[in-house]
């Protein structure tokens, strides 16, 4: 089973070993597969990959819970009001397709060049995939349910936890998926926001430097940890869900 995971990998590195033999790449574009490996476990023994990547998760576990709560918040409000929903509608269909780069100029004038700028461009990102989610899941609950807990004049907040955030939960847990993965491509443009450390500000050093064998293995810890992090939530996933 694992061996099957590693069929592709492998032979891309094969092709990618077998370009540079054959001469087809140039090492200051694209270096071969082992120096990508010795930057690496040389960052690993002086510490910067640590340094880099502690930064980058911290960046991004911010951001991400201030836009899961928020998102959660107006989710399950406008999920539950009709007047929430057309009061919201407009705005937030105007909003969502911006991307999270066009922010950065907004988010240097609002919170400077510090880490409130960084944390505003990874909360904007994950914001919306959770809380459209959100909405969408409330909306897919069978009114029955919500009729009957009216008939057993059920308080308002015991629908919500016994009945609302359960059976809108599959939606939810798609949405915060979705959410840290946005995240995550965000880290890397928030960190051009004259960040000191970072794996965006590692890709960025690199470019500077001509060294493509950083920006290889920046990319890669990218594409690992946010592997590692959506593996994770689709346990909780799978546990949370398991009776559907």
Same mark, same amino acid.
């Given at each position: 089973? %694992?061996?099957?995971?590693?069929?592709?990998?492998?032979a891309? !590195?094969?092709?990618?070993?077998?370009?540079?033999? @054959?001469?087809?790449? $140039?090492?200051?574009? &694209?270096?071969?597969?082992?120096?990508?490996?010795?930057?690496?476990?040389?960052? %690993?023994?002086? +510490?910067?990959?640590?340094?880099? /990547?502690? #930064?980058?998760?911290?960046?991004?576990?911010?951001?991400? @819970?201030?836009?899961?709560?928020? =998102?959660?918040?107006?989710?399950?409000?406008?999920?539950?009001?009709r007047?929430?929903?057309?009061?919201?509608?407009?705005?937030? $269909?105007?909003?969502?397709?911006?991307?999270?780069?066009?922010?950065?100029?907004?988010?240097i004038?609002?919170?400077?060049?510090?880490?409130?700028?960084?944390?505003?461009?990874?909360? !904007?990102?994950?914001?919306?995939?959770?809380?459209?989610? /959100?909405?969408?899941?409330?909306?897919?609950?069978?009114?029955?349910?919500?009729?009957? #807990?009216?008939?057993?004049? /059920?308080?308002?907040r015991?629908?919500?936890?016994?009945?609302?955030l359960? +059976? =809108?939960?599959?939606?939810?847990?798609?949405?915060i998926?979705?959410?840290?993965? &946005?995240?995550?491509?965000?880290?890397? #443009?928030?960190?051009?926001?004259?960040?000191?450390? +970072?794996?965006g500000?590692?890709? &960025?050093?690199?470019?500077?430097?001509?060294?493509?064998? &950083?920006?290889?293995?920046?990319?890669?810890?990218?594409? %690992? *940890? +946010?592997?590692?992090?959506?593996?994770?939530?689709?346990?909780? /996933?799978k546990?949370? *869900?398991?009776?559907?």
């Amino acid at each position: 089973m %694992v061996a099957q995971y590693l069929i592709l990998p492998l032979a891309l !590195i094969a092709v990618w070993k077998g370009a540079d033999l @054959a001469g087809w790449i $140039q090492p200051y574009t &694209m270096p071969p597969p082992e120096d990508v490996v010795a930057t690496g476990v040389e960052f %690993v023994e002086d +510490g910067t990959l640590w340094q880099h /990547t502690k #930064a980058s998760i911290i960046r991004v576990l911010e951001g991400f @819970a201030i836009a899961l709560v928020l =998102a959660l918040t107006l989710g399950i409000v406008i999920g539950l009001s009709r007047a929430a929903e057309r009061l919201t509608e407009g705005i937030l $269909q105007v909003i969502q397709p911006i991307p999270p780069i066009a922010w950065i100029p907004l988010a240097i004038l609002w919170f400077g060049i510090g880490e409130g700028s960084k944390i505003y461009i990874i909360a !904007i990102g994950a914001f919306f995939p959770i809380l459209i989610n /959100t909405v969408e899941g409330i909306k897919n609950i069978d009114p029955k349910f919500l009729e009957l #807990a009216k008939v057993y004049e /059920t308080s308002r907040r015991r629908v919500i936890a016994r009945v609302i955030l359960p +059976g =809108a939960l599959p939606f939810i847990m798609a949405g915060i998926r979705l959410g840290l993965s &946005m995240a995550w491509i965000c880290v890397v #443009a928030a960190e051009l926001i004259a960040a000191q450390a +970072g794996i965006g500000y590692m890709l &960025m050093d690199g470019r500077s430097l001509a060294r493509p064998d &950083m920006v290889i293995l920046g990319m890669l810890i990218i594409g %690992v *940890i +946010g592997k590692l992090l959506d593996d994770l939530l689709r346990k909780i /996933t799978k546990k949370a *869900i398991r009776w559907q």
